[in-house]
């Protein structure tokens, strides 16, 4: 069912309002309405700079690799006081309604926090870019400190006490997922009966195994999205739209029949 039949808001609030256990996936799409670029949509990051050239490996190695991760980092508006948009309160809303078991995000732009889920629904599949941590003595500095320092002109933050690198506390290409949290969010989609995607190509593994283990628990699956996701031939719901409207009629509609 896809969006050019208004009714699929419609199926998707009464899909919530009849599930138990929502577990709520989201990706960049969901941020761009924030000013944060997606990555793989029109002019997302994928397609100015090549992701092979990020990668954990690349990054220590390589300090004009550095240079240009924190430029992407600065220009990307992660670094900024973003804030969070109607899809995100939408979420949100969700949560207060008593409706949301969890949001499983693999953004790192801390706005479903800043919406105001709780964090110990939130699990961060790939971290988190409100700390810095040096790579040699593991002091921990919150990223508005590094924020001035890349906007006072330095290009390559060192840490203060021993000059060693330091690596945003988000996970690059090539690096593990924090397992406490890919284990937990494998656990709740594998226990929710229903299953919502919201602005995610879902390409990336393991986080694009999410779908998969709630479809095989026997989920519902909708998936809110602006473009294609393998796992479309597989959902109920199908609505190809801007995430922040589509939230916001979903949601209406939820309170409307609550
Ligand atoms: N509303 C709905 N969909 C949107 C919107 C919007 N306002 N803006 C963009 N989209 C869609 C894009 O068309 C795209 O299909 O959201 C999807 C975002 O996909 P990606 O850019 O691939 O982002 P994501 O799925 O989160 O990528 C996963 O890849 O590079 C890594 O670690 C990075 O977490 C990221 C992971
Ligand atoms: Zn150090």
Same mark, same amino acid.
């Given at each position: 069912?896809? $969006?050019?039949?208004?009714?699929?808001?419609?199926?998707?609030?009464?899909?919530?309002?009849?599930?138990?256990?929502?577990?709520?996936f989201t990706g960049a799409g969901i941020s761009t309405e924030s000013g944060i670029p997606d990555?793989?949509?029109?002019?997302?990051?994928?397609?100015?700079f090549d992701p092979d050239d990020f990668t954990i490996q690349k990054f220590l190695r390589s300090e004009e690799t550095r240079r240009k991760?924190?430029?992407?980092?600065? *220009?990307?508006?992660?670094?900024?006081?973003?804030?969070?948009?109607?899809?995100h309160?939408?979420?949100?809303?969700l949560e *207060?309604?008593?409706r949301l078991d969890c949001v499983i995000t693999q953004n790192i732009d801390n706005l479903h926090q800043k919406a105001g889920n709780s964090p110990g629904r939130i699990f961060e599949l790939h971290g $988190?870019?409100?700390?810095?941590?040096?790579?040699?003595?593991? *002091?921990?500095y919150p990223v508005e400190h590094i924020r001035e320092k890349l906007k006072n002109g330095v290009e390559v933050p060192e840490c203060e006490i021993c000059h060693g690198i330091l690596k945003p506390d988000v996970v690059f290409f090539g690096?593990?997922?924090?397992?406490?949290?890919?284990?937990?969010?494998t656990a709740h989609s594998m226990r929710c009966d229903l299953f919502l995607v919201v602005g995610s190509s879902l390409v990336v593994h393991p986080a694009a195994f999410m779908p998969a283990y709630a479809k095989e628990a026997g989920a519902r699956l909708i998936i809110v999205n602006i473009g294609e996701t393998p796992y479309d031939s597989s959902a109920d719901i199908l609505i190809e739209g801007k995430a922040g409207d589509v939230m916001l009629g979903i949601v209406e509609k939820v309170r409307e029949k609550l």
């Open positions: 069912m896809t $969006n050019n039949n208004p009714g699929a808001e419609i199926a998707a609030a009464e899909m919530i309002l009849a599930s138990k256990r929502l577990v709520v990555f793989r949509g029109p002019g997302g990051i994928w397609t100015k991760q924190w430029k992407i980092l600065l *220009e990307g508006g992660l670094l900024s006081s973003i804030k969070p948009n109607r899809a309160l939408a979420i949100a809303e *207060e309604m008593g $988190n870019m409100q700390w810095v941590r040096c790579l040699d003595c593991g *002091e921990r690096e593990t997922l924090p397992p406490e949290v890919l284990d937990a969010a």
